[in-house]
């Protein structure tokens, strides 16, 4: 990693905490719920050295994993942000051991770092890509597509997405809704990249069934089963064709050497607030390089933010395979950023200090419907 900018030190002097509501273009299904209206936090540091923005990608319930936003108010603002206080000036490398006492709740750590990330690279004037030590200008990108009430809905929600450009799809499935709708989604695109999701939503007594899915050409099983079976994704990558991807297993470098360790899969997806955050996450990724294992980048139908950032680490060299970084029009009519657009299957990675992107205070402000403030006590 860079390291041009490693004599500053920052005091966070305040922690502005806002809860967004942003409606999805088209709600969005998986076998833990529909999402319509999503709610979402963001977080801003301010420092002596300046402001830095960052995402915080936990759900309002606990159903992907267990982090949830009313848990998470309490856990910034009883044991996270007091604990950066107390320990005064710092960078962003030094958050995750300042707040290595307070056990889990990654995510939340994750958004911490982030915004200081973002100070401290702004200060640096250099970009989340440079810092990294991403190579490519612009990354392969695909698209995540919800369950349907009908087999013909999705059918037709995937030529949407095909005819805006995209070249990777995954589709969510569940008990039910699962070999017949890819199998039809495989039919009318024959030469698309084509992917499934489960969400923890099988049990390995469902092995010979989900077997069925290794004639449909996948790049790969998405988490079929519960976020602590590896041994169970062991089973499954032994008895299937089709590649074993972890997501909800993922939560820590640790994670991933021992799922790797017990062949609990062939591809990891980084999603970098699961793991504690974008540092966590490039070690991961180092990790999985090293070993041949290819990775994508998870997504969490984030702000401009999220993706800014998601863009730049996905342009790491390990990762190999397209990640869900969809456009800002598959998620949002209006982002409280710029737009990202994608140009033959591929988004730009931003090239600006820190990560990025400006925030539309206006409209922050607007669709915000709670805001906090933390400062030292
Ligand atoms: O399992 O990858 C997942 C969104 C929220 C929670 C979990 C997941 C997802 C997605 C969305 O699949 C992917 C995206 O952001 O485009
Ligand atoms: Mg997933």
Redesign the pocket.
């Known amino acids: 990693m860079d390291d041009t900018a490693s004599d500053l030190r920052f005091t966070p002097q305040l922690f502005e905490l806002r809860r967004l509501k942003m409606p999805l273009v088209r709600p ?1 299904r ?1 076998s833990f719920g529909t999402e319509t209206v999503r709610e979402m936090m963001i977080a801003r540091v301010v420092t002596e050295h300046g402001e830095g923005w960052a995402e915080c990608s936990i ?1 309002s319930d606990p159903l ?1 994993l267990s982090e949830f936003l009313d848990a998470a108010d309490h856990v910034f603002s009883d044991h996270l942000v007091p604990r950066l206080f107390a320990h005064g000036a710092l960078r962003a490398e030094d958050v995750a051991d300042v707040l290595e006492p307070v056990k889990g709740h990654r995510m939340a750590k994750a958004t911490l770092e982030m915004a200081l990330l973002d100070v401290q690279l702004r200060a640096a004037g250099i970009s989340f890509q440079q810092y990294i030590g991403g190579t490519s200008t612009s990354v392969e990108v695909g ?2 597509v919800g369950i349907t009430d009908t087999i013909d809905e999705l059918v037709s929600n995937v030529a949407g997405y095909v005819e805006d450009g995209y070249t990777r799809v ?1 589709l ?1 499935i569940e008990p039910g809704f699962d070999i017949e709708p890819v199998r039809r989604v495989r039919e009318a695109n024959p030469d698309i990249r084509l992917q499934v ?1 489960a ?1 923890t939503a099988y049990f390995v007594e469902d092995i010979d069934h989900l077997a069925q899915l290794d004639e449909l050409a996948l790049l790969l099983i ?2 079929p089963f519960g976020e602590d079976d590896l041994v169970g994704h062991a089973e499954l990558a032994r008895r299937i064709t089709t590649p074993v991807c972890l ?1 909800e297993a993922i939560r820590s470098l640790d994670h991933t050497r021992t799922a790797l360790a017990l062949n609990a899969a062939h591809i990891i ?1 980084i ?1 970098p607030a699961r793991v504690g955050g974008y540092l966590a996450a490039v070690k991961i990724h180092d990790h999985c390089r090293a070993l041949g294992i290819p990775v994508w980048c ?5 702000t401009g933010i999220g993706r800014a950032a998601n863009l730049a680490l996905a342009s790491l060299p390990g990762f190999t395979l397209p990640g ?3 456009a800002t029009k ?2 949002w009519t209006q982002d409280i950023t710029r737009p990202f657009e994608m140009v033959d299957g591929r988004i730009e990675v931003p090239t600006g200090p820190g990560f990025g992107v400006d925030v539309d205070l206006d409209f922050v402000e607007e669709i915000t419907f709670e805001r906090r403030e933390l400062r030292p006590v």
């Open positions: 969005f998986t759900e992907y698209v995540s995954k969510k999701d969400n998405e988490q997501d997806n999603k998870g997504g969490m139908l984030e869900d970084i969809s598959r998620y």
